[in-house]
């Protein structure tokens, strides 16, 4: 099997990406993971992001039209588009700030289940995994997300250290070149595709805005997209 390539603009224009579907983006830093998540989030109404660094101006620029809020109990009422990122204390030590920043993320985890509607946004998945101990509401969310109309994307540098559940409830996944023999044992977990096609594919990508995307669960034609074509 091989995968033709597909025009950027006209695939994000035709994208079909249903409330309870999840979007999984694997890419290193430079690819273009924060391209394709800001291009579909705007298919979304209701979305809740998570910011982890400390200090970010790129996040407060490419979210202006985002309201910043430090704990869940700032939402008010509905609002649209929300990024959850708690603001560092002054004389606040880095542990007691992620300790902090643990606790407010586990909350929202929380609230979220009991909504429906929700697209929620985790950047540096593997940061939350490892050092916020938040895999378990994560991956909650992916197996309960489809039947409780919630969507899950997330991101990560590489698909080797991803959940199971993350990869394996994608309903639309991104991934950028690798050759790693870890990224595509983990890759093969997701639904409906030809393992070692995509292993090809993955490892012949040359442009590092190339990104291989696959209709795992949803609809939609696979294909290379190119964030800079």
Known sequence: MTYERIG?????????WRQGEHVFIAGPTGSGKSTIVREILDKRQHVIGFGTKVHDDTIRKE?????FVEKMSDIEGWMNRVILWPRLKRKESGEAYQDRQREVFRTAFDKIFSARGWC?????LNYMVK????????????YIG????ISMVTLAQRPAYVPLAVVSNASHAYVAQTKLGPDAKRLADLGNIDPKAVTHTL??????HDFLYLPTLGQGTAGIVNTRR
């Open 146 to 149: 489809r039947s409780s109309g």
């Open 63 to 67: 979210y202006s039209d985002y309201t």
């Open 120 to 124: 929620v946004y985790v950047d540096e």
């Open 203 to 208: 490892a012949t990508l040359e442009d590092r």
């Open 8 to 16: 950027y603009a006209d695939h994000i224009k035709n994208l079909r």
């Open 131 to 142: 050092y916020f101990n938040l895999s378990r509401p994560i991956e909650s969310l992916h």
